[in-house]
């Protein structure tokens, strides 16, 4: 397990988009529920609403603490192409340049990831704010993480829907800085989601090093309980308490993966 600590989540779910799908049967609505979790007090934040995803941006760390979205198989088999243009969203307190991370040995990393978005134009230009950027190893960015990407686009098609949630983190060793900006370089991400229209929700989490992350995901997998240990946040609390403890208490990867 990595010894870490982070700061995340929060999504609102689009409950109507996706409840009549075939998988969604019957459709619990908790569209009230899924609501921000408990973040440490103090935690610096502005929330940002993007077409298609939420972020939750950490000025002092000038990285997201968390980025939130629903995704829907739908979603998954979009015409909309990659935008490629990374762009300062001069709204948002501290958010870098694309010139932050220029040379700096570190992939501008998306938390959400633009493949997830290829449902609508402007939810594409929007993932492309280096809001939603964080420094991120190549060998993770391009191996592990596009791995796990890949494989959620095609839970999303299998189970109607899923509520993912990703971001950094980081220990107090974490000191390093780029960029004019200076950007926070994490040494982890996490990720949770879950399956909410399921007639037996479930979730997962899962956190990898900010470095090459060899071998299979069921390694880096855990309970969101596991998760919540070491960020130290309550994901989800506004859920009914039943479905709260299933989702968070277990995590069978080979449930999660199976076809």
Request: proline share 7%; hydrophobic share 35%; glycine share 6%.
């Amino acid at each position: 397990m990595i010894a870490v600590v982070a700061v995340v989540i929060g999504v609102c779910v689009a409950v109507e988009r996706c409840k009549n799908t075939p998988a969604a049967t019957p459709a619990p609505d908790y569209s009230d529920a899924l609501d921000f979790a408990r973040n440490p007090e103090g935690t610096p934040e502005q929330i940002v609403e993007y077409e298609g995803f939420r972020v939750s941006f950490n000025p002092e760390n000038k990285t997201p603490n968390w980025v939130a979205w629903e995704l829907l198989g739908s979603e998954t088999d979009g015409e909309e192409t990659r935008y490629n243009t990374f762009w300062q969203d001069t709204e948002v307190e501290g958010c870098p340049s694309h010139s932050d991370y220029t040379h700096s040995g570190y992939d501008r990393g998306h938390m959400c990831p633009s493949a997830d978005q290829k449902w609508s134009r402007q939810a594409m230009i929007d993932c492309f704010s280096m809001a939603n950027m964080t420094p991120q190893d190549h060998s993770l960015n391009a191996g592990a993480w596009a791995t796990l990407e890949k494989k959620e686009r095609l839970w999303a098609k299998r189970d109607s829907a899923i509520v993912i949630i990703a971001g950094p983190i980081y220990t107090p060793s974490d000191n390093q800085r780029i960029g004019n900006a200076g950007v926070r370089v994490p040494s982890a991400f996490y990720k949770v989601m879950i399956a909410p229209y399921l007639s037996e929700p479930r979730g997962i989490g899962f956190i990898y090093p900010n470095s090459s992350a060899p071998g299979n995901m069921q390694n880096y997998s855990m309970t969101i309980d596991q998760v919540e240990e070491i960020t130290g946040i309550d994901f989800f609390y506004n859920l009914p308490d039943d479905i709260e403890t299933a989702i968070e208490s277990t995590a069978s990867f080979k449930e999660w993966d199976k076809r």
